[in-house]
Protein backbone atom coordinates (compact mmCIF):
# COMPACT_ATOMS: atom_id res chain seq x y z
CA UNK A 1 0.00 0.00 0.00
CA UNK A 2 1.12 3.77 -0.48
CA UNK A 3 1.80 4.19 3.07
CA UNK A 4 3.75 0.80 3.76
CA UNK A 5 5.89 2.60 0.69
CA UNK A 6 6.04 5.96 2.34
CA UNK A 7 7.10 4.46 5.46
CA UNK A 8 9.69 2.12 4.34
CA UNK A 9 10.99 4.96 2.44
CA UNK A 10 11.51 7.26 5.39
CA UNK A 11 13.18 3.98 6.87
CA UNK A 12 15.71 4.22 4.45
CA UNK A 13 16.37 7.59 4.03
CA UNK A 14 16.33 7.56 8.28
CA UNK A 15 18.67 5.07 8.29
CA UNK A 16 20.94 6.56 5.40
CA UNK A 17 21.28 9.52 7.47
CA UNK A 18 22.07 8.16 10.64
CA UNK A 19 24.48 6.77 8.98
CA UNK A 20 26.21 9.27 7.77
CA UNK A 21 26.04 11.17 11.44
CA UNK A 22 27.31 8.69 13.47
CA UNK A 23 29.84 6.63 11.51
CA UNK A 24 31.09 9.96 9.22
CA UNK A 25 30.50 7.85 6.39
CA UNK A 26 30.15 10.17 3.13
CA UNK A 27 27.00 10.14 0.95
CA UNK A 28 26.85 11.24 -2.78
CA UNK A 29 28.37 14.63 -3.08
CA UNK A 30 27.22 16.75 -5.70
CA UNK A 31 29.40 18.78 -7.83
CA UNK A 32 30.55 21.96 -7.61
CA UNK A 33 28.48 24.04 -9.90
CA UNK A 34 25.33 22.79 -7.66
CA UNK A 35 26.49 23.68 -4.71
CA UNK A 36 27.59 27.64 -6.00
CA UNK A 37 24.05 28.03 -6.63
CA UNK A 38 23.26 27.11 -3.67
CA UNK A 39 24.13 30.71 -2.67
CA UNK A 40 20.53 31.51 -3.51
CA UNK A 41 19.84 30.34 -0.03
CA UNK A 42 21.80 33.25 1.62
CA UNK A 43 19.90 35.73 -1.26
CA UNK A 44 16.90 34.28 0.23
CA UNK A 45 17.77 34.82 3.86
CA UNK A 46 18.78 38.66 2.66
CA UNK A 47 15.52 39.32 1.16
CA UNK A 48 13.63 37.71 3.74
CA UNK A 49 15.34 40.07 6.18
CA UNK A 50 14.66 43.07 4.10
CA UNK A 51 11.51 42.28 3.65
CA UNK A 52 10.93 42.02 7.31
CA UNK A 53 12.45 45.36 8.37
CA UNK A 54 10.03 47.01 6.08
CA UNK A 55 7.11 45.44 6.73
CA UNK A 56 7.65 46.52 10.27
CA UNK A 57 9.47 49.42 11.05
CA UNK A 58 7.32 51.21 8.31
CA UNK A 59 4.08 49.45 8.31
CA UNK A 60 4.20 50.22 4.86
CA UNK A 61 1.61 47.39 3.86
CA UNK A 62 -0.96 48.82 6.03
CA UNK A 63 -0.86 51.97 5.00
CA UNK A 64 -0.48 51.50 1.76
CA UNK A 65 -3.99 49.16 1.66
CA UNK A 66 -5.80 52.16 3.33
CA UNK A 67 -4.13 54.47 1.43
CA UNK A 68 -5.44 52.91 -2.41
CA UNK A 69 -8.60 52.32 -0.69
CA UNK A 70 -8.86 56.00 -0.09
CA UNK A 71 -7.79 56.52 -3.71
CA UNK A 72 -10.76 54.23 -4.84
CA UNK A 73 -13.26 55.71 -2.17
CA UNK A 74 -12.20 59.31 -4.26
CA UNK A 75 -12.56 57.89 -7.79
CA UNK A 76 -16.20 56.59 -6.78
CA UNK A 77 -17.21 60.21 -5.19
CA UNK A 78 -17.27 58.61 -1.29
CA UNK A 79 -16.35 61.42 0.81
CA UNK A 80 -15.93 59.29 4.22
CA UNK A 81 -11.94 58.04 3.86
CA UNK A 82 -10.18 55.74 6.16
CA UNK A 83 -6.53 57.19 6.11
CA UNK A 84 -3.24 55.67 8.56
CA UNK A 85 -2.81 58.25 10.88
CA UNK A 86 0.57 59.51 9.75
CA UNK A 87 2.46 61.29 13.09
CA UNK A 88 2.67 64.64 10.41
CA UNK A 89 -0.92 64.70 9.71
CA UNK A 90 -1.70 64.20 13.07
CA UNK A 91 0.73 67.23 14.16
CA UNK A 92 -0.38 69.37 11.63
CA UNK A 93 -4.07 68.50 12.13
CA UNK A 94 -3.27 70.16 15.91
CA UNK A 95 -1.31 72.71 14.74
CA UNK A 96 -3.82 74.04 12.26
CA UNK A 97 -7.21 73.62 14.73
CA UNK A 98 -5.19 75.51 17.61
CA UNK A 99 -3.64 78.14 15.12
CA UNK A 100 -7.20 78.96 13.59
CA UNK A 101 -8.39 79.46 17.43
CA UNK A 102 -6.07 82.09 18.06
CA UNK A 103 -7.19 83.95 15.14
CA UNK A 104 -5.73 86.04 12.19
CA UNK A 105 -4.43 89.15 14.30
CA UNK A 106 -2.02 86.51 16.37
CA UNK A 107 0.66 85.94 14.04
CA UNK A 108 1.72 82.92 16.57
CA UNK A 109 -1.36 81.71 15.31
CA UNK A 110 -0.68 82.14 11.97
CA UNK A 111 2.72 80.63 11.74
CA UNK A 112 1.19 77.87 13.64
CA UNK A 113 -1.56 77.24 10.59
CA UNK A 114 1.73 77.78 8.38
CA UNK A 115 3.46 75.06 9.70
CA UNK A 116 0.23 72.69 10.48
CA UNK A 117 -0.40 73.29 6.24
CA UNK A 118 3.06 71.48 5.77
CA UNK A 119 2.93 68.72 8.11
CA UNK A 120 -0.42 68.18 6.09
CA UNK A 121 1.47 68.03 2.94
CA UNK A 122 4.48 65.72 3.90
CA UNK A 123 1.83 63.62 5.57
CA UNK A 124 0.43 62.80 2.15
CA UNK A 125 4.01 62.34 0.53
CA UNK A 126 4.35 59.97 3.13
CA UNK A 127 1.40 58.34 2.07
CA UNK A 128 2.79 58.25 -1.78
CA UNK A 129 5.91 56.74 -0.26
CA UNK A 130 4.23 53.68 1.73
CA UNK A 131 2.31 52.84 -1.36
CA UNK A 132 4.73 52.76 -3.95
CA UNK A 133 7.15 50.77 -1.28
CA UNK A 134 4.41 48.12 -1.30
CA UNK A 135 3.83 47.92 -4.91
CA UNK A 136 7.34 48.39 -6.28
CA UNK A 137 9.47 46.23 -3.66
CA UNK A 138 7.12 44.63 -0.82
CA UNK A 139 4.55 42.81 -3.93
CA UNK A 140 7.43 41.61 -5.87
CA UNK A 141 9.55 40.18 -3.18
CA UNK A 142 6.17 38.23 -1.56
CA UNK A 143 5.83 37.04 -5.04
CA UNK A 144 9.06 35.62 -5.06
CA UNK A 145 9.04 34.26 -1.68
CA UNK A 146 5.71 32.38 -2.41
CA UNK A 147 6.68 30.90 -5.67
CA UNK A 148 10.33 30.78 -6.41
CA UNK A 149 12.06 30.32 -3.18
CA UNK A 150 9.35 28.16 -2.14
CA UNK A 151 10.05 25.83 -5.24
CA UNK A 152 13.25 26.11 -4.85
CA UNK A 153 13.17 24.70 -1.25
CA UNK A 154 10.98 21.65 -2.53
CA UNK A 155 12.74 20.41 -4.98
CA UNK A 156 16.25 21.16 -2.77
CA UNK A 157 14.34 18.68 0.35
CA UNK A 158 13.08 16.21 -2.36
CA UNK A 159 16.57 16.32 -3.22
CA UNK A 160 18.38 15.37 0.24
CA UNK A 161 15.47 12.53 0.34
CA UNK A 162 16.26 10.79 -2.91
CA UNK A 163 19.96 10.83 -2.30
CA UNK A 164 19.65 9.69 1.16
CA UNK A 165 17.56 7.02 -0.37
CA UNK A 166 19.84 5.92 -3.36
CA UNK A 167 22.76 5.85 -0.69
CA UNK A 168 21.14 3.23 1.68
CA UNK A 169 20.11 1.53 -1.64
CA UNK A 170 23.94 1.92 -2.78
CA UNK A 171 25.29 0.59 0.53
CA UNK A 172 22.99 -2.66 0.29
CA UNK A 173 24.00 -3.79 -3.17
CA UNK A 174 24.02 -7.38 -3.59
CA UNK A 175 20.76 -7.52 -1.28
CA UNK A 176 18.43 -4.76 -2.88
CA UNK A 177 17.45 -5.45 -6.54
CA UNK A 178 19.40 -3.93 -9.24
CA UNK A 179 16.48 -2.43 -10.55
CA UNK A 180 15.61 -0.48 -7.15
CA UNK A 181 19.19 1.08 -7.44
CA UNK A 182 18.72 1.87 -10.77
CA UNK A 183 15.41 3.89 -10.14
CA UNK A 184 17.14 5.45 -7.14
CA UNK A 185 19.37 6.87 -9.80
CA UNK A 186 17.17 7.97 -12.09
CA UNK A 187 14.96 9.75 -9.47
CA UNK A 188 18.06 11.49 -8.17
CA UNK A 189 19.24 12.50 -10.98
CA UNK A 190 15.84 13.96 -12.06
CA UNK A 191 15.38 15.82 -8.48
CA UNK A 192 18.85 17.32 -9.09
CA UNK A 193 18.23 18.74 -12.48
CA UNK A 194 15.07 19.96 -10.88
CA UNK A 195 16.81 22.01 -8.38
CA UNK A 196 19.43 23.54 -11.10
CA UNK A 197 17.28 25.03 -13.02
CA UNK A 198 14.92 26.23 -10.46
CA UNK A 199 18.11 27.69 -8.82
CA UNK A 200 19.76 28.75 -11.99
CA UNK A 201 16.74 30.30 -13.34
CA UNK A 202 15.97 32.11 -9.57
CA UNK A 203 20.15 33.71 -10.13
CA UNK A 204 19.32 34.46 -13.71
CA UNK A 205 17.44 37.31 -12.26
CA UNK A 206 19.61 39.30 -10.37
CA UNK A 207 18.64 42.38 -12.53
CA UNK A 208 15.42 41.92 -11.60
CA UNK A 209 15.95 42.23 -7.93
CA UNK A 210 18.42 44.77 -7.83
CA UNK A 211 15.84 46.78 -10.01
CA UNK A 212 13.45 46.55 -7.11
CA UNK A 213 16.22 47.44 -4.52
CA UNK A 214 16.84 50.76 -6.95
CA UNK A 215 12.97 51.18 -7.06
CA UNK A 216 13.14 51.35 -3.16
CA UNK A 217 15.91 54.32 -3.05
CA UNK A 218 13.91 56.11 -5.46
CA UNK A 219 10.82 56.18 -3.49
CA UNK A 220 12.76 56.78 -0.69
CA UNK A 221 15.07 59.78 -2.37
CA UNK A 222 11.68 61.22 -3.82
CA UNK A 223 9.83 61.63 -0.56
CA UNK A 224 12.58 63.40 0.85
CA UNK A 225 13.05 65.47 -1.87
CA UNK A 226 9.45 66.64 -2.08
CA UNK A 227 9.81 66.88 1.65
CA UNK A 228 12.66 69.49 1.53
CA UNK A 229 10.96 71.68 -0.87
CA UNK A 230 8.22 71.58 1.60
CA UNK A 231 10.50 72.80 4.37
CA UNK A 232 12.05 74.76 2.52
CA UNK A 233 8.86 76.92 1.30
CA UNK A 234 7.83 76.98 5.14
CA UNK A 235 10.99 78.17 6.04
CA UNK A 236 10.89 81.38 3.89
CA UNK A 237 6.82 81.91 4.90
CA UNK A 238 8.72 81.59 8.67
CA UNK A 239 11.27 84.26 7.84
CA UNK A 240 8.79 86.72 6.14
CA UNK A 241 6.46 86.58 9.38
CA UNK A 242 9.75 87.32 12.05
CA UNK A 243 10.93 89.74 8.74
CA UNK A 244 7.39 91.67 9.47
CA UNK A 245 7.11 91.65 12.79
CA UNK A 246 10.43 93.00 13.25
CA UNK A 247 9.48 96.13 10.49
CA UNK A 248 6.31 96.41 12.55
CA UNK A 249 5.52 100.17 13.23
CA UNK A 250 2.24 99.52 15.50
CA UNK A 251 3.55 99.86 18.82
CA UNK A 252 2.02 96.67 21.02
CA UNK A 253 0.92 99.02 24.41
CA UNK A 254 -1.12 97.41 26.76
CA UNK A 255 -4.68 98.02 27.42
CA UNK A 256 -5.24 100.96 29.51
CA UNK A 257 -9.49 101.38 31.42
CA UNK A 258 -10.84 105.07 30.48
CA UNK A 259 -10.64 107.24 33.42
CA UNK A 260 -14.50 108.66 32.92
CA UNK A 261 -15.31 104.66 33.08
CA UNK A 262 -13.64 104.08 36.37
CA UNK A 263 -15.25 107.60 38.05
CA UNK A 264 -18.50 106.73 36.56
CA UNK A 265 -18.81 103.40 38.18
CA UNK A 266 -16.71 105.18 41.53
CA UNK A 267 -19.95 107.39 41.60
CA UNK A 268 -22.47 104.70 41.28
CA UNK A 269 -21.22 102.83 43.69
CA UNK A 270 -21.12 105.60 46.30
CA UNK A 271 -17.27 105.73 46.48
CA UNK A 272 -17.29 109.00 45.38
CA UNK A 273 -19.92 112.05 45.40
CA UNK A 274 -21.02 113.11 41.67
CA UNK A 275 -19.79 116.03 40.11
CA UNK A 276 -22.64 118.94 39.88
Excluded at 42 to 48: F, I, K, N, S, Y
Excluded at 49 to 70: D, E, P
Amino acid sequence: SPECHCAVQFHEEFTSLLSEKISGAEGTKLDEDFMEMERVRMTEMALLATQHILVVYTMAASRAKLGMLNTVSKMRGQVKTTGYPQTEGLLGDCMMRYGHDLGDQSSFGGALVDIGEAMRQMADVKDSLDISVKQNFIDPLQNLQDKDLKEITHHLKKLEGRRLDFDYKKKRQGKVPDEEIRQAVEKFEESKELAERSMFNFLENDVEQVSQLSALVEAALDYHRQSLEILEDLNTQLQNRQLQLSHSTVPKQPVSSSPSLILHWCERAGHVKATP
